[in-house]
Each structure stands twice: as C-alpha cells, then as structure tokens.
C-alpha cells in the first residue's frame, strides 16, 4: 500500500530547515515563514516572518519576543 503524497506544507517542512528552532507559538501557524538555514538575510535574532499580518509587508518575529496568542494564528495543515 503506497503512502499518501504529502501536502506542499508538509513538503516544505521537510525539504527546508529552519537557521533556528525555538518553542515559539510562531512555528505552529501556517502563515510563520521561518529563516532558511545559511540564508544570511535576517537580523541574528530574527527567527522568521508571519505572512498575514501587515500583509503585503512580512511581520518579523524575533527569537525573544513572547506572543502568548494571536488573531492570526491557524495551525499548521
């Protein structure tokens, strides 16, 4: 029985890593857009971007910051 193809989520999950990883509620949303790994782009405490809000602009997020809930937040598919 073949595996069920994965979702393009899922996928990128999988393919890209992330330069940090912290137990920020961030990295359960699907709109967190996190830094690749070597990319060198962002601020050193900058962990990724929220894609929704202040939309067409990315919101970044840094590694300190505590967001204990947000409007935009909806989990990862």
């Known amino acids: 029985m073949s595996e069920a193809m ?3 989520t899922e996928f990128l ?12 509620i961030c990295w ?6 996190w830094v690749i790994k070597d990319s ?3 601020p050193a405490d900058i962990i990724g971007w929220c894609k929704k809000i202040h939309w067409p ?6 590694e300190n ?11 990862r598919k």
């Open 28 to 33: 359960k949303c699907q709109h967190f857009k």
């Open 40 to 42: 060198q782009l962002p």
């Open 6 to 8: 994965p979702t393009p």
């Open 13 to 24: 999950n999988k393919v890209l890593e992330a330069e940090k990883k912290t137990d920020h």
């Open 57 to 62: 602009f990315y919101w970044c997020i840094g």
């Open 65 to 75: 910051e505590v967001i204990k809930e947000c409007y935009a937040f909806e989990p």
